[in-house]
C-alpha cells in the first residue's frame, strides 16, 4: 500500500508491504482499512524523520562547507599549499580515497598539475610539475566543456588512460570530475575526485556539493593569484626603492658637515634674502641645502616641530638627490620655489592667515612639488604609456601625484623623518596637506578653481574657514612656482630659455613617437616672446593680481611681473616687424629679378645706347621713396638727357666691380660684360656714359655725375654696349685728395 506525504497527498513517500496472513488466511477490505488507518500517522512520523535527517545532512554540509572555506582562506599566501588543501577538503567532503587538481594554462593550452595526486604528495617535497593538452582525457573534456562529468566505470569510458593505473598500482572505479569557474564564468581549474569510499559511485548529491565546493576553491584561487601579484608588486617597489635610495645615498660626512656648522642668518646670504626681488639662482647649488636651513630655521619651524638639526640636513639633501637634471625642472627650480614662499611668509606678516601645520606643509610641499621630475609633462607621459601613468593616470595629475609618491619614499627612508616628532592625528593630517599643496601646482588644478578664488576675494577671505585657507595655499603654490616671472628681466628670461629648451626636448621625443608636438613644445613652430606674452596675460599676470588683492602688500610682484611683459611685447613686435620686413624684401628681390631678365632679353646687339632697345617701358617720371634713379646719356651730348630708369631699393647679390679707381673716373655700375676683354680706361677720349644716382627725399639735392668709358679689343665697331642692372650703392671709399683713389662697391 502506498504511503502518501502529508503536505502533498498525491506524492508517495513510501510503499508499505505486508505478507503471509496467520492461519493461511486471506487479506480482507477490513484489513486494508485498518492499515490505511495504521499508515496515516506513519505519514507524519516518517515525513518528520526524513525531515529531520535532511536538516542534518545540510548542516553537516554547511559546517563541511564552512570548514572548507576556512582552511582555504587561511593559505592563500602560499599556492602549493592551498591546492594542497583544496584537494584534503574536495576529498573529505566527497568521501572518496584520491583527489587531483589541475589548473588551465590559457597561453599554452594546457593543464598544469602542480600537485597531481593528493594521497602520495608532500607539500615540503613537490612532485614535478605534470603539464599535458588542454583537450585531452577526462580533464581535458571537463575544462574544454565545462561540464561536471560523473563516471560509475572508470574503465568502460573511452576518455580514460589505463596507463597511469598500470604505473602506479592504483585502480580507479569511479570518478567525479568538476570545473572550477571564477566569477565571470571562466573555467580556471580542474578538480578530479577518484573512487567513492561508501558507495558503489559518485551520487547526484555529490555533483551539487562539489559544485558547491568548487565556487569557494575559485574565490581561494583566485585571491592567491592576486595576493601574489600584490606581493609581488610590493617587492617591486621596494626593490626599486632601495636601489633609488641607494643611488640617492647621502654620505654621512654631508649630513655632519650641513648639521654641524652654525645655521647662518637671512643676512649672511644676502642682504635681501628675505625679499621677493631677491634672485635665489644667484646662489652657488652647493650653497643652497644651507640656505634651506636658513629659511625652516628663520620660520622657526625646527623649533616649533622639535626637527633635529641632523635629520633635517639629511632630509633636505636626500630631497636634492631626488631632483633630476632636466634643463628647468631641476633642483635650482625647487629652491627657487622654496625660497619664493619663504619670503611670502616674511613679506605678509608670517602668514597668520594659516594653521602653523599649513605653514609647515607650504615649506616641505614647495621644496618637494617637483621630485623626480623627467622633463615632460603629464599629457606626454599617459600618451607614451608610461609607469608613471598606469598608476596614476586613472586619479588625474599624474607627474604631481607621482612628486607627492617621492615625497613619501624620502619621509620614510632611514633618518629622513623630519615629522616624527609630530602626534599621530597631526601626522596624517600633514601629510594630507602636502598632497593637496602639491596636486595644485597642477595648472589645470589652478584653472579649475579660478572662479572659486574670484569669489574669495569678493567677499574677503575668511582664517577662520577651511575652505579659505585651502584656496589659499593653492593660490600660495601656484604663484610659488611661477616665480620666475617676478624677477628681473634678465633672470626672467634666462628662465624662460630653459623652460622652452625643456619644452623643445619632449617635442623631438614625442617627433620620434609619431606624435605632432604642441606649439610650444615644437621647436620649429614655436615663437617663444609670443608663447610667453600669452602665458603671462592668461595665467600669471591674473594670478598674481588675486594675490595681490588678497595680500597687497605683494604688489611689487605685480609690478616686476608687468614689467617683464612689457619686455616680451617689445620682443613680439620687433619679431612680426621683422617677418613683414622679410617679406617685403622677398617681394622686392622677385621684382628686381624681373626686371634684370627683361633688361637681358631686350638686350641689343651692338650701336649706340637707344630708350627703345634697352631700356623697359612706361617709366615713372619721379622715382618713389626707396627706389634708385639711374639716368644714363652721352657725354658728348649733355645737353640731350637719355632715359630715367627706377630701381628697387632692395637687397641684391652685392658684387665688388671695382676697387681702386682715379678721383673723376667711375665705373658703369654692374655692367652686362661682353666678353672678358673689358677693363676700365680713363676714358678722356671717345664716348662716355654718365650714371646719375638720385633717392628721393634725399638730404642732397644735389646729383653726382661720374664718367665711365669702355675700350674693346674690336677697333672695327668701337665702344661695346653697357647694359645697367638693379643696383644698390653698398659703401664707398673716404674721399681721396688730389691724386688719390676710392673704392666703389655695389
Not at 598539475?113 to 615540503?124: C, E, P, R, Y
Not at 561508501?198 to 583566485?222: K, W
Not at 630708350?611 to 617709366?619: F, I, K, V
Request: glycine share 4%.
Amino acid at each position: 500500500m502506498p504511503v502518501y506525504s502529508k503536505t502533498d497527498p498525491c506524492r508517495v513517500m513510501a510503499v508499505s508491504v505486508v505478507y503471509d496472513k496467520r492461519n493461511n488466511r486471506r487479506f480482507t477490505s477490513r484489513d486494508e482499512g485498518r492499515m490505511k488507518f495504521v499508515l496515516c500517522f506513519c505519514s507524519s512520523v516518517l515525513h518528520n524523520t526524513l525531515s529531520y535527517q535532511r536538516e542534518r545532512y545540510l548542516k553537516s554540509q554547511t559546517m563541511s562547507l564552512l570548514n572548507v572555506v576556512e582552511v582555504l582562506f587561511t593559505h592563500m599566501d602560499n599556492m602549493d599549499l592551498l591546492l594542497q588543501k583544496i584537494m584534503e577538503q574536495a576529498q573529505e567532503l566527497a568521501n572518496a580515497e584520491r583527489c587531483s587538481l589541475f589548473l588551465v594554462d590559457y597561453d599554452a593550452q594546457e593543464l598544469v598539475a602542480k600537485i597531481f595526486d593528493s594521497a602520495v604528495s608532500d607539500i615540503d617535497q613537490p612532485s614535478a610539475e605534470i603539464r599535458f593538452p588542454l583537450t585531452q582525457g577526462i580533464a581535458g573534456y571537463v575544462a574544454s566543456t565545462g561540464d561536471v562529468l560523473n563516471i560509475r566505470d572508470a574503465y568502460s569510458h573511452p576518455l580514460f588512460y589505463r596507463d597511469v593505473d598500470l604505473s602506479t598500482g592504483f585502480r580507479t572505479r569511479n570518478i567525479l570530475c568538476f570545473p572550477i569557474k571564477n566569477e565571470d564564468g571562466q573555467i580556471i581549474g580542474v578538480a578530479e575526485l577518484c573512487n567513492k569510499i561508501d558507495g558503489d559511485y559518485f551520487t547526484h548529491e555529490d555533483e551539487n556539493l562539489a559544485m558547491q565546493f568548487s565556487a569557494y576553491c575559485a574565490i581561494s584561487i583566485h585571491q592567491s593569484m592576486l595576493y601574489k601579484d600584490v606581493t609581488e608588486s610590493q617587492q617591486r617597489s621596494r626593490l626599486a626603492n632601495e636601489l633609488m635610495l641607494y643611488h640617492m645615498q647621502v654620505e654621512d660626512t654631508e649630513v655632519k658637515s650641513l648639521s654641524k656648522n652654525p645655521i647662518m642668518k637671512p643676512y649672511e646670504i644676502g642682504a635681501t634674502f628675505h625679499q621677493c626681488s631677491f634672485l635665489p639662482r644667484s646662489i652657488i647649488e652647493d650653497e643652497t641645502p644651507a640656505a634651506c636651513m636658513t629659511m625652516f630655521q628663520d620660520m622657526n619651524l625646527v623649533k616649533k616641530w622639535k626637527i633635529p638639526v641632523d635629520v633635517l640636513s639629511r632630509f633636505v639633501l636626500l630631497v636634492q638627490k631626488g631632483y633630476r637634471n632636466p634643463l628647468y625642472h631641476n633642483w635650482m627650480h625647487a629652491f627657487s620655489v622654496v625660497h619664493f614662499c619663504y619670503t611670502l611668509y616674511k613679506t605678509c606678516s608670517n602668514f597668520g592667515f594659516l594653521q602653523e601645520l599649513e605653514i609647515l606643509s607650504l615649506m616641505v610641499s614647495t621644496l618637494c612639488h617637483d621630485l623626480d621630475h623627467r622633463g615632460t609633462n603629464n599629457s606626454f607621459q599617459i600618451s607614451a604609456k608610461s609607469a608613471i601613468a598606469a598608476l596614476y593616470s586613472s586619479e588625474g595629475s599624474v607627474m604631481e601625484r607621482h612628486h607627492f609618491a617621492q615625497t613619501l619614499c624620502i619621509l620614510n627612508a632611514e633618518g629622513c623623518n623630519i615629522f616624527q616628532n609630530i602626534s599621530h592625528s597631526q601626522y596624517g593630517e600633514l601629510l594630507d596637506l602636502i598632497r593637496d599643496n602639491i596636486l595644485a601646482t597642477d595648472l589645470s588644478h589652478h584653472l579649475r578653481i579660478v572662479s572659486h578664488l574670484e569669489s574669495m576675494a569678493e567677499v574677503g577671505y575668511d582664517h577662520s574657514n577651511s575652505d579659505h585657507r585651502h584656496l589659499m595655499r593653492c593660490l600660495l603654490m601656484t604663484t610659488s612656482d611661477l616665480c620666475a616671472c617676478t624677477k628681473t628681466w634678465h633672470a626672467a628670461k634666462s628662465v624662460a630659455d630653459l623652460l622652452y629648451a625643456e619644452f623643445f626636448s619632449q617635442g623631438d621625443l614625442e617627433r620620434a613617437l609619431g606624435v605632432q608636438p604642441m606649439e610650444m613644445m615644437d621647436r620649429e613652430r614655436a615663437c617663444i616672446p609670443e608663447l610667453q606674452l600669452n602665458f603671462l596675460d592668461f595665467i600669471v599676470i591674473p594670478t598674481y593680481r588675486l594675490l595681490g588683492r588678497l595680500l597687497p602688500h605683494t604688489s611689487d610682484v605685480l609690478e616686476r611681473a608687468l614689467d617683464g611683459r612689457e619686455k616680451w611685447r617689445q620682443m613680439t613686435e620687433d619679431i612680426k616687424r621683422d617677418k613683414v620686413m622679410s617679406v617685403l624684401d622677398t617681394t622686392a628681390k622677385a621684382e628686381a629679378a624681373k626686371v634684370r631678365r627683361t633688361s637681358i632679353r631686350n638686350r641689343p646687339s651692338r650701336g649706340s645706347l637707344t630708350r627703345e632697345e634697352s631700356l623697359p617701358e612706361s617709366l615713372p617720371e619721379e622715382p618713389h621713396e626707396n627706389e634708385l634713379k639711374v639716368e644714363m646719356r652721352k657725354i658728348s651730348s649733355a645737353s640731350d638727357p637719355g632715359p630715367s630708369y627706377f630701381l628697387p631699393l632692395a637687397p641684391v647679390p652685392e658684387r665688388k666691380i671695382a676697387t681702386t679707381v682715379t678721383p673723376g673716373v667711375v665705373l658703369a655700375v654692374n655692367s652686362y660684360p661682353l666678353d672678358g676683354t673689358d677693363e676700365v680706361i680713363n676714358g678722356e677720349n671717345g664716348d662716355h656714359l654718365v650714371l646719375e644716382l638720385a633717392k628721393k627725399n634725399s638730404s642732397s639735392s644735389e646729383s653726382s655725375y661720374s664718367r665711365c668709358s669702355r675700350k674693346s679689343t674690336d677697333s672695327e665697331h668701337g665702344f661695346r654696349q653697357a647694359q645697367v642692372s638693379p643696383v644698390r650703392v653698398v659703401s664707398t671709399g673716404s674721399e681721396a685728395s688730389d691724386g688719390g683713389s676710392s673704392s666703389i662697391v655695389v
